[in-house]
């Protein structure tokens, strides 16, 4: 079974520039959460879908935006980029709804956005 | 606001010591804690606790939840090197309208020597 497949692996994009990364959850899983990772914040909850709804969303500005397509696919987007929005961006999945009944999550190897 | 708090932030031991990571939190309807060890890139999944006081055991890997006391502590004994990772600690709290968050550490830094 394939795992949590992020793309691209890396990313290099300029301040003020829009960034869209991708997220194919495990076959069958439905649930999909974004995270990011900084060295000095450690690991943030960004937003959770399900069957296409976003279920939550975590303290972040409103230029980090998401949306889950009928196949559970998953896109993040980040518009008007900003020096601090360069860290590890990790997608993950689970079957049902985030954590529910015991279901673990399973993360994706995430894209590394460097914005200068 | 949730809070997770994780120490050491770095540890390093050598091959065959045992080792204990601790894990504090502040969290408003909590509903589970979870252990993850990073290596490289993706996070894997260790333990959930969602009870106080019961032991959860893989291997030389255990951990105990303290609901009371707002804390989680992670044991490895006869350490390897194969060990060495970032260990993270993450707090799910039930969401009012619907579903949870989650609330990650810093995590800590484990290395290994041998």
């Known amino acids: 079974k394939a795992g949590v497949t992020q793309t691209p692996r890396y990313l290099i994009k300029t301040r003020g520039q829009q960034v869209t990364l991708s997220c194919s959850p495990i076959s069958g899983h439905r649930s999909v959460s974004w995270y990011q990772q900084t060295p000095g914040q450690g690991l943030q909850f960004l937003f959770e879908y399900f069957s296409e709804t976003q279920r939550n969303k975590g303290n972040f500005p409103g230029r980090f935006s998401g949306r889950q397509f009928s196949n559970s696919r998953s896109e993040m987007n980040v518009s008007t980029l900003e020096l601090g929005d360069s860290a590890l961006y990790l997608c993950?999945?689970?079957?049902?709804?985030?954590?529910?009944?015991?279901?673990?999550?399973?993360f994706g190897n995430g894209t590394r956005l460097t914005v200068t | 606001e949730d809070k997770v708090v994780q120490s050491p932030l770095s540890l390093v031991v050598h091959e065959g010591d045992t080792v204990t990571l601790n894990c504090s939190y502040e969290v408003t309807n909590f509903r589970s804690l979870l252990w993850y060890k990073q290596e490289k890139k993706a996070p894997t999944f260790l333990f959930m606790l969602?009870?106080?006081?019961i032991e959860k055991k893989s291997g030389r890997l255990s951990s105990i939840l303290d609901k009371k006391e707002l804390f989680s502590i992670l044991n490895i004994t006869a350490t390897q090197t194969g060990d060495s990772a970032i260990y993270l600690c993450a707090v799910e709290a039930r969401v009012e309208t619907s579903g949870s968050r989650l609330t990650f550490g810093e995590g800590t830094q484990l290395t290994v020597n041998p």
């Open positions: 969602t009870s106080s006081g």
């Open positions: 993950a999945s689970s079957f049902s709804p985030l954590l529910e009944n015991n279901s673990p999550l399973h």
